[in-house]
């Protein structure tokens, strides 16, 4: 029993290397990602060379094919801008190494459990997001643990960590980790709802879990509430509560359970931690700002309101600039200097669109809805799931440009016949 939990924790640490990359201060130029990728590479390799079954098919090609477009239009724009920035010129590459590091991710979990399913996956997300936030927690108010953290983690990362003075966990951090955030809320909400019967008797686990990732998510990055209120519309239209059942029962048992707990405790930190009440002000801003002032006001999107700036040529519409990041990277750049964004906006759209214009955004759109629709093919009863995380990643870029293939990713590395099998075998559970 001890071996096995040991395997279950091993699995999450190597979970958190993909879902939440860092790099170690003893190989600065390479992540924990990219490593999982080389490894992956290696054993698709092996795979193909004995003629086994690995995750190349039709699909992962068709999307390769639509990654090349991508990549396609940010090299058409780098060259007749003549900018050196290749961020998205090179998108197939990343997705590749997404879905490459993905690959050894759910083959060790395969490895532990003799299956992989979304029923499991889902759970290892949920798992390892409520011990990154925990962790977030004690490296805010425990020392020690901030600085083991910072002192394995690439000085640069640490020190811009030091500077922003943000809650933040091991390569946990801003926008990118509120995305990922999101989509582990929506997995929690849809796991709750369509797997009923399995979650039942944990139901209030899986409150304490949403309610510390929901809290302490937004104090890490507030982007973190778009997937917080689609999961819990989403649970208050599915979940049918009112109908009363031993399940409906249980569920609001075990919310009221974790609010009585919960919510003295948010109160007494809140009222005697000048830190923590900082932090929880800034995390549910706009939440406290419709409270207090009856409207929703917060200080980011005033910001965010001054950065939906437009293109004022054709040529930019249609390609791009070609530039995405700082302009002070190009040393044969002659206009306007741009430090951090382009255009100094980062409205995921907008940067887009400057970088290799409407065909650029278009052929990535498109090619995160074909991602999406390979999923919702492949596991047709969980369509509505897909549909939530691709509402996300849209949602998203109204604000950020970060992406969430990676989410996608690791469903893409599961088999019909897997969840298929899953399906079964848990059915035959409940009819027992």
Known sequence: MMKRYLLVILTIIILSFYFFPFQFRFMPTVNTKMVLAG???????????????SMIDKDILIISGLAGFVSLAGLISVTYNDTNDFTYASYIVSM????????????????VHGEVSIFLLCNYLIGLCVVQCVLALAMEYYLPVKDFIYGIIDQGTASFLEKKDRLSGLGVGLDVAGSRFSSVLVMLAYVCVRYKEQVSKYSYLYVLAFCIISVV???????????????????????????????SKRFLLSLLGVLMIAIPVLTYYYVNIPDFYQKVRFGFEGFFSLVEKGKWEVYSNEILQNMYVFPESLKTWLIGDGYFGATTLDPYYTGKEWRGFYMATDVGYLRFIFYFGLLGLFAFSFFMYRVAKVCMNRFSSHKLLFWMLLAINFIIWFKVSTDIFLVFALFLCIGKDDEDECQRRLLADNSL
């Open 96 to 111: 590749w190494v997404w879905l490459s590091a993905a690959y050894v991710v759910m083959t060790v979990m395969r490895s």
């Open 39 to 53: 490894i992956g590479l290696l054993v698709v390799a092996v795979e193909l060379g004995r003629s086994k079954n």
């Open 217 to 247: 998510g937004n104090m890490i990055a507030r982007t973190t509430s778009v997937g917080m209120i689609i999961a819990i519309v989403y649970f208050i239209v599915a979940a049918k509560l009112y109908e009363l059942n031993v399940h």
